[in-house]
């Protein structure tokens, strides 16, 4: 439906009120020693005992299982989730085995994954919902419980997954296109040092550079690898193949990951921090300040030759940083 004037996304708006990360942080976390990857329990490295449930999931399978888990045992009646549509990224509450196992592995694009709280609270009248999500979708929820809005309170558990930066979809197909992919050829995406198109077994690696130009503008200032205030966080930072790194950050989280434990749901190896997830957390963060710094002697007046020269950087990157937003592909 149209927007109304109501004043309901702007209040619930986080990106408007930074300095509350910290108390929010504090309210949920608790307040600690940081590291770069945020404050947590534990950090460990994880894989999925299920078999059926790896074959269909990107790397360890942490993420599906433990929705599975959440479900079968009833302290979950349905989640958040991005599943697919070809390759396009879709949001949808997944009440069901089924409907969870369709969200496994990872997609790319901008979702509005908190477009569907309403859907789950409202319309299927659930009290227990997690939801999976980046770190920016868990920030805002994080907001909406701090400001007490009654449609946050059924939300119980937050996972988040690690994200170095997101592609807008119809940037990415026409890249892809380009190399002489359709993206219903592809089997999955994988991107580390490098943007990889896995294709019949086989993978076409790109440059990351490659696919600067399909960043969306938020993502450049963005500090947060790690979902630094989820209840858990995920991703693939620090892991070899067929594992995921598993960051334990709150009381809610921990309880239900050492349930999974002694249930052998999964199989873990406490690591600690490690340096890998930590350097990537940095890079992100570091890239987040140049790139604000570069919008405010924008603001002041300097041309992109002058902030080049002040920063010690490329008129290039000067000029992807204040463009930001991708290309719209019809």
């Not at 503008?217 to 858990?232: G, K, M, N, Q």
């Not at 604000?292 to 924008?298: F, K, T």
Request: net charge negative.
């Amino acid at each position: 439906m149209d927007c109304v004037g109501c004043s309901i996304c702007y209040d619930a708006c986080y990106m408007l009120r930074h300095n509350l990360i910290k108390d929010i942080e504090g309210e949920t976390i608790g307040r600690g020693k940081r590291e770069s990857i945020g404050l947590y329990r534990r950090v460990v490295v994880a894989r999925t005992m299920n078999s059926g449930i790896a074959d269909s999931c990107q790397d360890g399978g942490v993420v599906t299982a433990l929705l599975l888990y959440g479900l079968d045992s009833g302290i979950m009646d349905g989640a958040l989730v991005v599943g697919r549509d070809g390759w396009a990224p879709t949001a949808y509450v997944a009440r069901t085995r089924e409907e969870i196992l369709g969200a496994a592995g990872t997609k790319f694009g901008v979702v509005p994954v908190l477009s569907t709280l309403r859907e789950a609270v409202v319309e299927h009248g659930l009290s227990r919902v997690w939801m999976v999500g980046s770190p920016c979708h868990v920030q805002s929820m994080r907001y909406l419980k701090h400001k007490g809005l009654p449609l946050a309170t059924p939300m119980k558990l937050m996972i988040g997954l690690f994200c170095r930066e997101n592609y807008e979809y119809g940037c990415m197909e026409e890249i892809v296109r380009t190399h002489g992919v359709e993206m219903s050829q592809v089997d999955r995406f994988e991107v580390h040092d490098a943007f990889k198109i896995c294709v019949d077994g086989e993978n076409l690696s790109l440059p990351i550079t490659e696919m600067k130009n399909c960043v969306p503008r938020h993502c450049l200032v963005c500090r947060d690898f790690a979902a630094e205030l989820a209840d858990i966080a995920v991703g693939s930072g620090g892991t070899s193949g067929g594992q995921s790194t598993v960051v334990i950050r709150t009381a809610e989280g921990e309880k239900v990951f050492a349930a999974m434990e002694e249930l052998g749901l999964i199989k873990t190896e406490d690591t600690g921090y490690t340096p890998d997830i930590g350097e990537i957390a940095e890079r992100k963060s570091e890239k987040a300040k140049q790139t604000q710094e570069i919008i405010r002697l924008s603001e002041k007046g300097l041309d992109r030759r002058e902030i080049s020269a002040r920063l010690g950087i490329t008129e290039e990157r000067v000029s992807h940083r204040l463009e930001g937003v991708c290309r719209r592909v019809s």
